[in-house]
Nanobody, 121 residues
Framework: QVQFVESGGGLVQPGGSLRLSCAASGSIFRLYAMGWYRQAPGKQRELVASIGIGSNGFTTYADSVKGRFTISRDNAKNTLYLQMNSLKPEDTAVYYC?????????????WGQGTLVTVSS
C-alpha cells in the first residue's frame, strides 16, 4: 500500500503559477506510473496529467491543461510534482495524486486529502 500527501495549493490570481507536490510513503513509488487528478465542485474527478515510471517517463496531459501544466517526479525523494502556469478560474479544484493503472488510467490506491487550488481575482 502507498499513501500520498499533497501540498502546495492556495489562492492565486488568473495567469499566476503554483507548484504542487505529492509525497508518497514507502519504497515502491518508483515502480508505478503516477498521475495528478482534480475534482472541481459538482464535477467528477478527472485525470489531468500522468508520467511513466522513470524519472524521464513518458508524460500525457488533458487537453485543458496541455502547454500550461508540467508533471515531473523525483524517484529518489518519492515525490511527484505539478507545475501549473497561466492558471485559469476553471482550474479551481482539489488536486490529488495517485499511482496510475496503465491499462485503465484509473487510480490504484486510496486517495489522500488533496490540496485545494483556487484561481480567482
Amino acid at each position: 500500500q502507498v499513501q500520498f500527501v499533497e501540498s502546495g495549493g492556495g489562492l492565486v490570481q488568473p495567469g499566476g503559477s503554483l507548484r504542487l507536490s505529492c509525497a508518497a510513503s514507502g519504497s515502491i513509488f518508483r515502480l508505478y506510473a503516477m498521475g495528478w487528478y482534480r475534482q472541481a465542485p459538482g464535477k467528477q474527478r478527472e485525470l489531468v496529467a500522468s508520467i511513466g515510471i522513470g524519472s524521464n517517463g513518458f508524460t500525457t496531459y488533458a487537453d485543458s491543461v496541455k502547454g500550461r501544466f508540467t508533471i515531473s517526479r523525483d524517484n529518489a525523494k518519492n515525490t511527484l510534482y505539478l507545475q501549473m502556469n497561466s492558471l485559469k478560474p476553471e482550474d479551481t479544484a482539489v488536486y490529488y495524486c495517485n499511482a496510475l493503472s496503465i491499462a485503465t488510467r484509473g487510480a490504484l490506491f486510496a486517495w489522500g486529502q488533496g490540496t485545494l487550488v483556487t484561481v480567482s481575482s
